[in-house]
T-cell receptor, first 113, second 113 residues
Framework: GENVEQHPSTLSVQEGDSAVIKCTYSDSASNYFPWYKQELGKGPQLIIDIRSNVGEKKDQRIAVTLNKTAKHFSLHITETQPEDSAVYFCAASMSGGSYIPTFGRGTSLIVHP | DAMVIQNPRYQVTQFGKPVTLSCSQTLNHNVMYWYQQKSSQAPKLLFHYYDKDFNNEADTPDNFQSRRPNTSFCFLDIRSPGLGDAAMYLC????????????FGPGTRLTVT
């Protein structure tokens, strides 16, 4: 089955800095890569996703890049703000077959004011 | 407007006393999922429904059961909760199988005394 590795487990940055979280996946058939943000005491919420037919996607301060050859994808947050502090999960899934998303272990992002 | 609703938000039960958690959705999605999430860990899939078709994860204990009486509602039954079952339980939905966004509810925090 699919295996998703996520690094780092904890990331501490100063407000205004950039943050990068990286994930690798094992199954080359995976073609959908969402990122979820989970605030304390809440359920995960999708913040951005990317499909295997594109290499990069951007939404304001958040961007995701995908390297299919290397089987890794990354989340980039620029100009971080204290409200970006949360746990971020990457995931990988595929159309059809074993279609349940596989989650990474999560990254706790702390943005210091 | 809440799209995936979980009740109750907090549940305290005694060791061995059956408990039911509920989830409802206003999205009319075909797939509903139940996850167990323990502190500082990724959500762990227990089972999911694709319409009425039930899919159990191989490592989900028999102590956990689920019902989906209609498209909108799904229930998680824990027949004899143990101390190790204390966790956040997350319900999620998606429009279909494969590469679709998951919508998570706020979760139910279960405490076992």
């Amino acid at each position: 089955g699919e295996n998703v590795e996520q690094h780092p487990s904890t990331l501490s940055v100063q407000e205004g800095d950039s943050a990068v979280i990286k994930c690798t996946y094992s199954d080359s058939a995976s073609n959908y890569f969402p990122w979820y943000k989970q605030e304390l005491g809440k359920g995960p919420q999708l913040i951005i996703d990317i499909r295997s037919n594109v290499g990069e996607k951007k939404d304001q301060r958040i961007a995701v890049t995908l390297n299919k050859t290397a089987k890794h994808f990354s989340l980039h947050i620029t100009e971080t703000q204290p409200e970006d502090s949360a746990v971020y999960f990457c995931a990988a899934s595929m159309s059809g077959g074993s279609y349940i998303p596989t989650f990474g272990r999560g990254t706790s992002l702390i943005v210091h004011p | 407007d809440a799209m995936v609703i979980q009740n109750p938000r907090y549940q305290v039960t005694q060791f061995g006393k059956p408990v039911t958690l509920s989830c409802s959705q206003t999205l009319n999605h075909n797939v509903m999922y139940w996850y167990q999430q323990k502190s500082s860990q990724a959500p762990k899939l227990l089972f999911h429904y694709y319409d009425k078709d039930f899919n159990n994860e191989a490592d989900t204990p028999d102590n956990f059961q689920s019902r989906r009486p209609n498209t909108s509602f799904c229930f998680l039954d824990i027949r004899s909760p143990g101390l190790g079952d204390a966790a956040m339980y997350l319900c999620a939905t998606s429009r279909g199988a494969g590469s679709y966004e998951q919508y998570f509810g706020p979760g139910t925090r279960l405490t076992v005394t």
